[in-house]
């Protein structure tokens, strides 16, 4: 009985960790990209007027990401989210939607 206690503590100790080591360093770009579904598409394959962000071209989504932070591209929203990231944020987001088909 205590013992599953113990085990019941430490997987729920484990699992309230896991989104805040995600964010440090060790961004991943998975979990980072559930925050643009809501407007990307479920799958980001865009939704209405809104960009499809698979495959999107690595290069290019850095630069678009700088040019969203410092207000040289038309945007209604990019450039107040872009502003909320890290650099290695950024770098994992650039990673996991240019490897997406
Ligand atoms: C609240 C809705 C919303 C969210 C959340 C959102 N986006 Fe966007 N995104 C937009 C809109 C709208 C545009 C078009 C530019 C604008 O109006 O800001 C856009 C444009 C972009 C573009 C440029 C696309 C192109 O056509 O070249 C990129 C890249 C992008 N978003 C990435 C992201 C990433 C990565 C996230 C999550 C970290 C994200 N967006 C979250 C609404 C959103």
């Not at 700088?66 to 872009?82: G, H, K, L, S």
């Amino acid at each position: 009985m205590m013992r599953q206690k113990l085990l019941a503590a430490a997987v729920a100790i484990t699992c309230a960790g896991w989104p805040l080591t995600a964010l440090g360093d060790d961004a991943d770009g998975h979990m980072l990209a559930q925050a643009c579904a809501g407007c990307h598409g479920a799958d980001w394959g865009g939704q209405g007027p809104i960009s499809d962000l698979r495959g999107y071209d690595h290069e290019a989504f850095l630069r678009a990401w700088a040019e969203f932070q410092a207000d040289e591209r038309p945007a209604t929203i990019m450039n107040r989210i872009a502003r909320g990231y890290s650099e290695a944020e950024i770098a994992a987001l650039a990673d996991y939607f240019s490897s997406l088909e």
